[in-house]
């Protein structure tokens, strides 16, 4: 097995010196494109990579960002990442993804774990049930941090979704297409997203004098949402309309229609909630309150790298509306 390349084996290949060699790797001090060349060529030639750990523990920078948050399989969450990891990479950081499965404790162990390595900065969807230790823990070290959907504590950055305003919204249009007997459907638990949520379809329900709210729980998966619907059919045979907690349980919900020969939008319309790339190619697509997730995840990346260059600067706060995207999925209440 050859030996690891270092800054003197890439030095000497390129007859130059190791701190030229060093200069070229990091882009910095005064040398010639033909030197410059020779150096990246050589050091291409014996796979050199720079230890960004060395250099971090030599700057005092590190270039490693974290992004903590819970169900990353869930499509609305990837395209969240994907949109930070766009903007992060184009900065010139790494970006490693841990899962909590919303798990206090193993929430806990993960950023015990990230502080120990270093990193430059945090993104964060916190734990339900996370303890005051673990945010004293991230205040004691200074880590850079921007919580996402949960704002669980004014020392960080927040961004996030006015949640209420959007199933609010999503009411009233179901109720202007003259849907009496709305539920809202999907989510387990009272977690802060899924309580503002219900709070924003209650108050709709409230202002319209709809007929009694309809809380029903679902995890919000595409299976889930589908054998949920057919439950919630059997039950409440008279609810023609469901705002729905996410995107993926409402596709299950329309799967369920379909597998019991209804059609969404037709006998029973189905607003969904974040437009992942699922919604808009689903067949039918899906009516949902978009939030554009990749462009939530630039932002969230954007107030990271604030935060970073800025350390000392006022904790802020932002949140995004949500706007109704009208697609297959609604239409007018069924009359007969």
């Keep these: ?61 590190n270039r490693e ?24 990479e184009a900065e010139g950081y790494l970006v490693s993804i841990l899962d909590t499965r919303d798990d206090a404790e193993r929430q806990g162990r993960q950023l015990r774990d990230f502080i120990r390595n270093g990193r430059g900065g945090l993104l964060w969807v916190p734990a339900l049930e996370t303890s005051a230790q673990t945010l004293d823990l991230l205040r004691t070290h200074r880590v850079p941090t921007v919580t996402f959907l949960r704002h669980i504590s004014p020392d960080f950055d927040h961004v996030g979704i006015r949640n209420a305003e959007a199933t609010e919204t999503a ?28 709070a924003g379809y209650q108050r709709a329900v409230q202002a319209r004098s709809l007929a009694a709210p309809i809380i029903w729980p679902s995890p919000d998966t595409k299976r889930a949402g589908m054998e949920q619907m057919l439950k919630l ?15 993926m349980v409402a596709l299950g919900a329309c799967y369920g229609l379909m597998r019991a020969g209804l059609e969404p939008g037709r006998d029973v319309s189905i607003i969904g909630f974040d ?24 932002r969230l990346a954007r107030t990271l790298l604030d935060r970073i260059n800025d350390p000392d600067m006022p904790a802020t706060v932002s ?10 999925t609604t239409g007018p209440a069924p009359t007969g």
């Excluded at 948050?69 to 766009?86: H, R, T, Y």
């Excluded at 949140?319 to 297959?328: D, I």
């Design 1 to 61: 097995m050859p030996a690891k390349p270092t800054l003197a084996s890439v030095a000497k290949a390129a007859g130059v010196s190791i701190p030229t060699v060093s200069q070229v790797m990091r882009g910095t001090g005064r040398i010639s494109d033909q030197t410059r060349k020779k150096v990246l060529q050589a050091a291409e030639a014996l796979h050199y990579v720079t230890d960004s750990r060395a250099a971090s523990m030599r700057s005092g920078e």
């Design 65 to 88: 960002i974290g992004f903590v948050l819970n169900q990353f399989a869930n499509p609305f969450n990837a395209e969240v990442v994907s949109g930070a990891v766009e903007l992060l």
């Design 171 to 198: 009411t009233h249009h179901l109720a202007d297409l003259g849907h009496r007997h709305i539920a809202f459907f999907g989510g387990t638990g009272l977690n802060p997203v899924r309580k503002d949520r219900i």
């Design 233 to 247: 059919r059997a039950a409440h045979p008279e609810v023609t309309a469901i705002v729905c907690n996410g995107d």
């Design 275 to 298: 437009d992942t790339e699922d919604a808009s190619v689903a067949i039918p697509a899906l009516s949902t309150m978009a939030v554009s997730p990749k462009r939530l995840g630039r």
């Design 319 to 328: 949140e995004v509306s949500a706007r109704f995207v009208a697609r297959e």
